[in-house]
C-alpha cells in the first residue's frame, strides 16, 4: 500500500518561481500527510492560460525548471508529476515529468491536443507509452484530453500500468462535469487499476476550470474527490484490495483471449 | 427524430412460445407509444438462465423463431431487436437479430461471451461490425459483455453508428450497477453516440438480474431509465440535438487526426 495526494491547485499565472514555490509548499504538507507521489495540473509549472507566453517560457528537460523540481522531491521525499511546457529540438510540447530527486526525471509528452488554443501552442507527440515504477507499482502518464480516448488508458493498462496519473486543465461546465464524475470512474473500471486526475482550479485568463480532481480505484469506487476550490487529496491505494472486482471484471485477460484466434 | 423503445422484461424461462407472446404484446405496446424499433433483452426468446437446454432450443437464423418475430414486427410495425440462440454449423451462437418485417433479418453474434457458463455454451464470434439503417439512422448491434470492452463501441461508431442497441442480462450487484450507471452513459459520450441497453429482470435459475435499461445520448445524458422492475421505456432520438456536444468532443474526428502521421 502506499499513499499517494493530488493538489488541486491554482496556478499564479506565468509566474514560474510562485508556481514552484506552490509546489514545494504542497509536497512539505503531501509529505506531512503521509503520501510519498504528489500530482499537479496540467503545464501547472508554465499555467494552461498564458497563450504564446507559454512557449517563451518553454524548458528542455534538463533545464532549470525540472531541476528545482528534482530538488523539491528530493527535499521533501515527496515524488513529483508535474505539468510544463517543454522545448525540444524546435517543438514545443505540452509535457508532463515525473521525478522522485534521485534518478533521471522521466517526461510524458501529450499526444491529443484539444482544440485550436492547444494546437496553436504545442507540437503533439505520437501515442507513447510512458510507464515508471515508484515504490514497487508501475505508473502511467497522461495529460487531460488524451485520457478522453479509452486507446491511450488501455495502451498504459496493457503494458502493465497500476495506476494511471493525468494532469488536466479541464474547463467548468457539463463535459467537464461528466469527465470528472464518470468517465474517470469507468477508464478505471474498464482496465481495472487506479486513475488519478489532477485539475487546476479557479479564473486563469481566459480559462474557468472545473475543479472536481478525483482518485479513482479498480472497481470504479471515488477514493478522494474535490470540489470548486483548491484542495489538497490523497488516498490509499492497495491493489491487493481490488482482487475480487479483477476477478469478477477480467477485462484484460479477456481482450488478449479474444485477440488470440 | 424517431422513438425507440426498450422491453425490460422477465422471461418465462425456456418457454420461447410465451417469450415470444410477451414480445408480441410489448411490440404492441410500443407501437400505441408512437416508438419504430423495440429492444429487448439478451437471449430474451431462449432465457438467459436456461444452461443447457438453450442449447437444444437453438434456431438457425432462417427457422421458425426469427420468421415468428418477423411476423411481429410486420403486424405491429415496430422493428425488433431480439436475443436468442442461433444454431449455425456445428455451432450455438449467443445471437442477436434485427428484423423490420419487410427485408432479410440481420444476426448479430456476441463476440465476447462471459465467464465459463457462457463459454460451455456458446461459441464466440469474431469482433464483428454488424450495422443496419432503420428510418433513415444507422444503427449497431453488441450484447452484454461486449460493450463493457471501449473497442467494440468504437468500431461501430467509427463504421458510421449512430446508436448502439444492446440486448443484455447483467446481474445485481456493484458492477452490474456501475455498468448501467456510468459505463453505458460513458460508452456513448466517449463516441458522441447514442446507446441503449436492454436487461433482464427477475429472478431466473441461477441469476438475479439488476434491470436499470437505460438509454443515453450523445452527451452522456440519461433519456430514460428502469427501475428493477418490468418496464417499457421510450425515448426520442435526436442526433441534431446534440450538435454542440459533438463538436465540443470531437473524438472521432480528433481519434482519426492523431492515427494519420
Known sequence: MIRIAVSQMQTAGTDISANLTRIQTDAEKAAQAGACLLVTPELGVTSYAGGHEIVTLAEPADGPLVTRLDEIARQSGVAIVAGFAEKA???????????DGTGAPLVYRKSHLYGDYERGL???????????????????????????????????????AEMVLVPTATPMGNSGR????????????????FVA??????????????????ISAPDGTVLAMAGLGEELLTADIDPGLYAHSRAENPYLKDLQAMAAP
Open 89 to 99: 529540438g524546435g517543438a514545443v510540447y505540452n509535457s508532463a515529468v515525473y521525478t
Open 122 to 160: 504545442f507540437s503533439p507527440e505520437q501515442p507513447s507509452t510512458c510507464l515508471f515504477t515508484h515504490r514497487g507499482m508501475t505508473f502511467g502518464m497522461l495529460i487531460c484530453y488524451d485520457v478522453e480516448f479509452p486507446e491511450n488508458v488501455r495502451r498504459l493498462a496493457v503494458a502493465g
Open 178 to 193: 461528466f469527465i470528472a464524475e464518470k468517465m474517470i470512474p469507468v477508464r478505471a473500471f474498464e482496465n481495472q487499476i
Open 197 to 214: 486526475y489532477a485539475n487546476n482550479i479557479g479564473r486563469d485568463g481566459a480559462f474557468d476550470y472545473a475543479g472536481q480532481s478525483i
